[in-house]
């Protein structure tokens, strides 16, 4: 079989860097504090409607413990309620869900256990779904850096080009699992059509699409182009998951400088891609060492679809104090803080 455990773990946690490599050796989550998240809908409550739309902080939790509590607490089904996105486990975070009107507001805003409490809550019409929201505002504490000024400089120099250029939209490694366990069992999944219960299917499914993603972005990364057009480029807006061809992108438009437009990658899928001639040719050699995944996404007949290779690093803020950088930005929905994390130091 083409695909490995090497080949695995080169396209996960060994994927090249893009701004010369981390500065120094770092100690990150030390505490959930150290990693705070902050969900940002890009909307209101409605103020009306058949739902509670929840503010919720939970710490030291992963988002489906907290919604299965949630939901015994309130005293609904786990599937009444809504959310939008996962959130990290080991950190404080604070994020959205819905919950059905029929729960008393006494109740709702009551609703706590030892790892999360609900802030407030607003009615709302509709019920959130997968994507919701617009984008993830990150505080991360870095601890025990080097204290010499040549790491310093060192830092500051990639701080800066991380601004400039962004980094590659690389999944984060927490989407394959612990010791890769989701991906052994994307593997079996394809490889012999094992029967594995619903949700961990979806994780399998996930992580075998964000390897191939992966896999194709370290591709551009090692060839210098994950943030220029190739010939046959398929290109994205920034925040969209819309793309059109590179070949219509004018010689004057500055869009891809100011990282409004992104080249993009493929989400692996049935269906032809929108890629040819060089970016095609690129794609296809960074897949090649995993046909089960290729053919098994195919045949369980995922559409095609296309994912920015490059992440644009917004409202960046940074402050070394003595041993310890902290950093503060926003990522869109779907960008993971590690593979920004991953630019400046090793943890």
Known sequence: MADSLATFDQATRRAPYAHGGPACHAVFKQSPDDFVVR??????????????????????????TMLSELARCVGVERRAVGYSGLKDRFALTRQYVTVPATVPESIIVGAAAKQWRVLNAQRHRRKLRIGSHRHNRFRVTLRDLPSDLSVRSALRDRLDRIERLGVPNYFG??????DLANLRKAQQLFADDRRLPRQQQRFAVSAARALLFNAITAHRVDQNCWQTVVNGDALGLNGSASWFDAARLSPHDDRLARLDVHPTGAMWGRGEPP?????????????????????????????????????????????????????????IRGGFATSVVRELVTV
Not at 173 to 178: D, E, L, T
Not at 305 to 326: F, G, M, P, W, Y
């Open 39 to 64: 969900e940002v809908l890009g909307f209101d409550a409605d103020g009306e409607g058949p739902h509670w739309l929840v503010h919720v902080e939970k710490r030291d939790t992963n988002t489906l």
């Open 173 to 178: 490694v927490q989407r394959f699992g612990n």
């Open 275 to 331: 890629v040819y001639d060089d970016a095609l040719a690129i794609e296809q050699e960074a897949v090649a060492p995993f046909e089960t995944f290729t053919a098994g996404l195919a045949a369980r007949g995922l559409k095609h679809e296309r994912r920015a290779l490059r992440q644009k690093v917004e409202c960046l803020d940074s402050r070394i104090e003595a041993t310890t950088l902290t950093l503060e930005f926003e990522l």
